[in-house]
């Protein structure tokens, strides 16, 4: 089964950047689409980005249009998402997540990391 570790999180100003990393242990990791979903304290989880297995097709919350950007490298096994002019309303714990299938990891993927927080201070 494959596992999935994310790093990368922690404090950042309003307007600054961060890139978030996911690592998946196991094998197969190219034939698994990849999402990026946050959840902030009080809120439920959200869908903020997500990409094929090829990386050829990427997906991506409204919110988050044009600053963030979900990128992966099939040979280092991980998943990326680099972040940028980040929002204090941004602050949350951050996950990685995966399934087979591409509709499936925008809304109920069946694996997920533990999560790494994101704190945008003001």
């Given at each position: 089964?494959?596992?999935?570790?994310?790093?990368?999180?922690?404090?950042?100003?309003?307007?600054?950047?961060?890139?978030?990393?996911?690592?998946?242990?196991?094998?197969?990791?190219?034939?698994?689409?990849?999402?990026?979903?946050?959840?902030?304290?009080?809120?439920e989880?959200?869908?903020?980005?997500?990409?094929?297995?090829?990386?050829?097709?990427?997906?991506?919350?409204?919110?988050?249009?044009?600053?963030?950007?979900?990128?992966?490298?099939?040979?280092?096994?991980?998943?990326?998402?680099?972040?940028?002019?980040?929002?204090?309303?941004?602050?949350?714990?951050?996950?990685?997540?995966?399934?087979?299938a591409?509709?499936?990891?925008?809304?109920?993927p069946?694996?997920?990391?533990?999560?790494?927080?994101?704190?945008?201070?003001?």
């Open positions: 089964q494959v596992q999935l570790v994310e790093s990368g999180g922690g404090l950042v100003q309003a307007g600054g950047s961060l890139r978030l990393s996911c690592a998946a242990s196991g094998r197969s990791f190219s034939a698994y689409a990849m999402g990026w979903f946050r959840q902030a304290p009080g809120k989880r959200e869908f903020v980005a997500a990409i094929d297995w090829s990386g050829g097709s990427t997906y991506y919350a409204n919110s988050v249009k044009g600053r963030f950007t979900i990128s992966r490298d099939n040979v280092k096994n991980t998943v990326y998402l680099q972040m940028s002019s980040l929002k204090p309303e941004e602050t949350a714990v951050y996950y990685c997540a995966l399934d087979r591409l509709v499936v990891v925008t809304t109920t069946r694996t997920w990391g533990l999560g790494t927080q994101v704190t945008v201070s003001s």
